[in-house]
């Protein structure tokens, strides 16, 4: 699945890089390409406004790398957080997501790449050896798909090579796509787990587009546990609306039908939630959006969420279906919720965020 990008930026101080190389050679051959003396100025002209999230998904700007390499999770306050941390190698997604959060997250939807691979991965590692006592899950999926734009940079491998050599992190590449032909055949040394954003088919079709189907997802999934990979599945978001029980329990059996219990690091559950001013977003660009309308309640985070029983009642009954598909052993936590929903859809809560993380770090070394 090749990225459809229109315009790529070129920072003058990446010209010579492997990654604008790679780019270059691999782009549409329709695709301009300006060279600009700082990036910044090309993130001014994509400013919020009339016609920009489309506009910026088809853009690229490959960047020299000036940011800080890995940052935490935005966690939520009162909320468990699992302590992730974000290799920050791109920002944007070319998926298009009705209900995605970066659409109102980011001031500015244009697709970034530090394309100074050397240096971004050297300050990582410097990151990284500053902490020798502390496990870290590093990902890339959280403020872009890990997989959707490495047909044109080729960015997995470098990322994939650099964790290998990490004695204190395991690296998590999380996607909606089957762009896996980057990863086949490396030698990951067992500290890279490939993960896969699931839904139901409908959802899949009428809120998600540019992405994989879920049988494609899963069969990229499997082809990543016959090299030799471990897996995840985050169904999230999970939209309540009718028929959603048949749908997810499907979903869920399709998973576990394709993928082997024992090759799952871990499943994450979350139910849809937002910022109020996502539903602006979502009406002037989906309007035949119909999941993300629903009984919403403003949530102690500010954020708009079902209401916790309906909340406890969804993760219940998902807990029930992956057990029942042969997932008893697997690791199933929650994303972002509260001590009262995990002990009411769990039946147990972790006492903090360092518990819950330590599950994780637990369930990745296994």
């Known amino acids: 699945m090749h990225p459809p990008i229109h315009t790529i930026y070129i920072e003058d101080g990446v010209r010579s890089a492997p990654v604008t190389r790679r780019v270059l050679e691999r782009k549409n051959g329709d695709a301009k390409v300006e060279f600009v003396a700082d990036g910044r100025e090309v993130v001014r002209r994509f400013e919020m406004g009339r016609g920009a999230q489309g506009r910026g998904k088809r853009s690229l700007l490959l960047s020299d790398f000036r940011a800080e390499p890995i940052k935490p999770c935005p966690g939520t306050p009162r909320y468990l957080c ?6 920050n190698f791109a920002t944007g997604c070319p998926l298009e997501c009705a209900y ?3 659409q109102d997250y980011f001031s500015n939807p244009l697709l970034i790449v530090q394309a100074n691979s050397d240096a971004f991965l050297a300050a990582a590692g410097e990151t990284l050896r500053a902490r020798p006592d502390r496990f870290f899950r590093l990902g890339t999926g959280e403020f872009t798909d890990s997989l959707a734009l490495d047909p044109l940079t080729g960015y997995a491998r470098l990322l994939i090579e650099f964790a290998r050599g990490l004695p204190n992190a395991i690296l ?8 896996i032909e980057g990863i086949l055949g490396i030698d990951h040394g067992g500290r890279v787990i490939c993960a896969w954003s699931a839904n139901s088919k409908r959802v899949i079709a009428e809120e998600e587009f540019r992405v994989a189907s879920l049988d ?7 082809q ?4 030799g990979y471990r897996l995840a599945f985050h169904f999230d978001p999970i939209f309540h609306y009718d028929g959603w029980r048949d749908d997810y329990r499907r979903a869920v059996e399709r998973v576990f039908e394709r993928i082997r219990p024992e090759s799952i690091a871990w499943i994450s559950l979350g139910c849809f939630r937002y910022r109020p001013g996502l539903e602006r977003v979502i009406r002037e660009r989906f309007p035949l959006s119909s999941h993300t309308y629903g009984e ?6 500010g954020k708009m969420r079902y209401p916790q029983p309906l909340r406890i009642e969804m993760y219940h009954q998902m807990m029930q279906w992956i057990r029942a598909a042969g997932g008893g052993d697997v690791l199933v936590y929650l994303c972002m919720e509260n001590a009262r929903v995990w002990r009411g859809a769990m039946g147990r809560a972790p006492r903090n965020n360092a518990e819950l993380g330590r599950w994780l770090d637990a369930a990745c070394r296994d």
């Open 82 to 87: 699992c302590r992730y941390e974000i290799l």
């Open 100 to 102: 995605c959060i970066l």
């Open 172 to 179: 998590e590449l999380k996607t909606k796509t089957t762009s």
């Open 216 to 222: 494609d997802r899963l069969g990229a999934a499997a």
């Open 224 to 227: 990543c546990e016959t090299a």
């Open 296 to 301: 919403f309640i403003r949530a102690s985070d």
